[in-house]
Every structure is written in structure tokens, then in C-alpha cells.
């Protein structure tokens, strides 16, 4: 079942890191060229769709193997070890998108034009940047977690 949920994970993580690297690189930085929102309003319609199931799989897989690893939940933010080190910043970054994901959703998406447009560049960044952290911080976790 472990060796099941690290598959799960690492295939969703592919998914949600990718496609929010996708979404920086092809689809945000162009739009900002030609100041046009509509390319990025018709990719997040899209990628929601494979998106938001890949990191309910990712929070669910995490969840389950940080339970695993370390079952006692008390031990998830000792930092005592370095495995608690890595599932406790993971559930900070999962903190920090959940933030970011849902001031955009709910204050920045319904309104978007083109005057808002720099504000949901700055959330894509940011989740961009966190999906990749997430990334980095899971093969760290795989290795032994941060010293």
C-alpha cells in the first residue's frame, strides 16, 4: 500500500508542479507580453479539471505516508528529526497554497481584467514557485529529510 501511495503522489505531483510550471512559462508570461487575461482564464478552466484532483491525491497520498513514517501526529512538528523537518514544512507549503489558492479563486478570478491581471501573476508565481518547493522538499524527504 506505502509503495502505492509514493506512486500516486509522485504522479500527481507531476501533474500539479508541471502543470503550474506550464501555466508560468507558456501561458502567464506571454499573457503579461500582451496584457491579454483570457489565455490564462481559459487554462485554469482546463487544468482544474486534472489540477485540483491531483493535489487532493497529493494531500491524501502525503497525508498517509507522513502517517506512516511518523504515526504519532504530535511528532509531524517537533522538528526533532529530520524527517518531521520535511512533513512540517510540506504542510506549511500546503498551508501557503491553499492561502494563495483561495484569495485568487475568490477575489482576484471573478474580477480578473486587465488592471488585475499583475496581482494573479504574483499568486501564479507564487504557487509556481511552491509547487516546485513541494517538489524539492519530497525528494529531500525521500533522502533522509532536511538536516
Do not use: C
Amino acid at each position: 500500500m506505502y509503495k502505492t501511495a509514493i506512486a500516486i503522489h509522485v504522479l500527481a505531483a507531476t501533474i500539479w508542479t508541471g502543470g503550474h510550471i506550464v501555466l508560468f512559462f507558456a501561458i502567464l508570461l506571454p499573457a503579461l507580453k500582451t496584457r491579454d487575461h483570457t489565455r490564462i482564464s481559459l487554462f485554469e478552466v482546463q487544468f482544474e479539471k486534472i489540477g485540483i484532483p491531483a493535489l487532493l491525491l497529493l494531500v491524501t497520498t502525503g497525508l498517509f505516508m507522513a502517517y506512516k513514517q511518523l504515526p504519532d501526529m504530535g511528532a509531524w512538528f517537533s522538528f526533532t528529526t529530520a524527517i518531521s523537518r520535511t512533513v512540517s514544512l510540506k504542510i506549511a507549503l500546503l498551508l501557503l497554497t491553499v492561502a494563495l489558492a483561495a484569495h485568487a479563486r475568490f477575489k482576484i478570478i471573478p474580477k480578473l481584467n486587465e488592471a488585475s491581471l499583475n496581482s494573479l501573476a504574483i499568486h501564479i508565481t507564487l504557487v509556481t514557485l511552491t509547487a516546485m518547493l513541494f517538489a524539492l522538499t519530497g525528494v529531500l524527504h525521500r533522502f533522509g529529510g532536511i538536516i
